[in-house]
């Protein structure tokens, strides 16, 4: 028996033996989780920072707040929404009692990327086990260090058997993927998604997949351009364009792309004030395929200049796998740059004249996870959320409206099934189920063969 084998067994058992957990002993697992990962704070953003150089101030605002907030919510929100609900039987249930419980799943399979480690795995895992199920959490070993390290946190905050942590790649999701679950929560890449839901289907295995897409940044010329682009290149400079929701493609109305080209030139000139800064403080890309890939992705004649760099001496530093952020002049929905999720710090510009070819343009593409726009027109919002769909929307700034547990975040299409954060999550985790309790004392005889004219006649009326 190898190892995964031998920890999915033990997550199986655990259900099957304690399938009933008290909601004080989910408290208290979750308690745990929580003392742990506050506990090991600093070793956290040491760890994020080795894998993907990410800052300690970025690695609280994006990953370590985010998971304590959903944490907090959680514990509000779990008495609440898996409190058993009574209603009131229909006339042919009568006489009854009618209830609706939340049950857990089951024995679930969570499936982290390496982009944000923390917080795409802890987020889901808090709600799972909340929900009452018992978890294999996959992480990525594409983020070593900080994969170690939660691994350690959840086997030093829960009882054993009752989450069970699996580090690897291609090979290790060949195997997991093999195995029936009671539910999957995957977080990656549409072409994962696709292979991931084939898996599921096998065994009819219910999911929730958070994917990507192309997310794109509407500006309209009635935005204010100064703050447009200063809070797109906050969203596309985050983890160094590493973000499943980050702004994939800017289109511009033709009024106002110069100016907002030369505003995010100057904010990123801002953020990156120096070669050294960038060198030491900015975000790394992953490792040296998706650098490679993200490299290729570059047409040098569609470059457009920042003053004082060349090309690419000063972009492109492959020894750190880093690509310092760049903007690209794009004119083709059908060019390589435009046909694939970016995820790194290049920033391709379109320009739109009128709403229709903006619609038309959108629509090229599968439907996103996150769409932005910046705009001070309300019909023109109204008008372009009314023909384009998408994940999220996020109006006058890009990325904070998934950062919040009081409202759902997941894609549609292409970009992802189902949603969760917060009290969405337990939902998630959980299924209704319906329990009828018929009483003996009545009974209606009519809906007992044989049946007749007349009998059809009476029931007409009692169940119209």
Excluded at 171 to 195: A, Q, V
Excluded at 281 to 300: A, P, Q, T, Y
Aim: with cysteine; aromatic share 10%.
């Amino acid at each position: 028996m190898n190892d995964i084998d031998r920890k999915y067994d033990k997550i199986k058992d655990y259900f099957e033996n304690k399938n009933r957990m008290s909601l004080d002993f989910k408290i208290s697992q979750i308690a745990n989780l929580e003392k742990n990962l506050k506990k090991y704070e600093d070793e956290i953003y040491q760890a994020l920072q080795k894998d993907l150089n990410k800052s300690k101030t970025e690695s609280y605002m994006t990953e370590f707040s985010v998971v304590i907030e959903e944490i907090k919510s959680i514990k509000k929100n779990i008495h609440k929404i898996l409190k058993t609900k009574k209603s009131f039987p229909a006339l042919s249930q009568l006489p009854a009692s009618l209830k609706i419980i939340r049950e857990a799943y089951g024995s679930v399979l969570i499936v982290s990327p390496w982009n944000y480690p923390l917080v795409l795995s802890i987020s889901p895992l808090v709600a799972a086990i909340a929900g009452g199920n018992t978890c294999l959490l996959k992480l990525s070993d594409y983020s070593k260090n900080i994969s170690e390290l939660i691994s350690k946190i959840c086997y030093e905050s829960f009882e054993d058997g009752l989450v069970e942590v699996v580090i690897g790649g291609r090979n290790e999701n060949e195997i997991i993927f093999g195995k029936k679950f009671d539910y999957i929560f995957f977080t990656g890449s549409p072409n994962l998604g696709k292979i991931v839901m084939s898996k599921a289907a096998e065994n009819l295995t219910p999911l929730t997949l958070e994917l990507g897409g192309k997310s794109p940044c509407v500006v309209e010329k009635t935005a204010d351009i100064q703050k447009t682009a200063k809070r797109i290149a906050f969203g596309k400079l985050i983890n160094s364009g590493q973000t499943c929701v980050a702004p994939d493609y800017i289109y511009a109305q033709r009024d106002i792309k110069a100016e907002l080209i030369d505003s995010i030139i100057n904010e990123i000139n801002i953020s990156i004030p120096s070669i050294n800064y960038f060198k030491n403080d900015f975000g790394k890309i992953i490792n040296k395929n998706h650098f490679d890939r993200l490299f290729s992705l570059i047409d040098e004649n569609k470059l457009i200049d920042i003053p004082g760099k060349k090309y690419p001496d000063d972009y492109i530093f492959p020894d750190l796998n880093k690509i310092h952020p760049l903007l690209i002049e794009e004119s083709d929905h059908e060019s390589q740059l435009m046909n694939e999720e970016i995820f790194g710090p290049i920033f391709p510009i379109l320009e739109w004249k009128c709403e229709s070819d903006l619609f038309e343009g959108l629509k090229r593409h599968e439907k996103p996870l996150a769409m932005y726009i910046f705009t001070n027109d309300k019909s023109f919002t109204d008008n372009l959320l009314s023909n384009v769909d998408s994940g999220g929307v996020c109006i006058n700034d890009t990325l904070i409206h998934m950062a919040s547990s009081k409202a759902p975040f997941g894609g549609v299409g292409n970009s992802g099934l189902g949603n969760y954060h917060g009290k969405w999550s337990l939902k998630t985790f959980t299924r209704e189920r319906t329990i009828l309790k018929k009483w003996w004392k009545f009974d209606i005889k009519y809906r007992y063969q044989p049946y007749s004219d007349e009998i059809f006649n009476i029931l007409k009326k009692l169940l119209k």
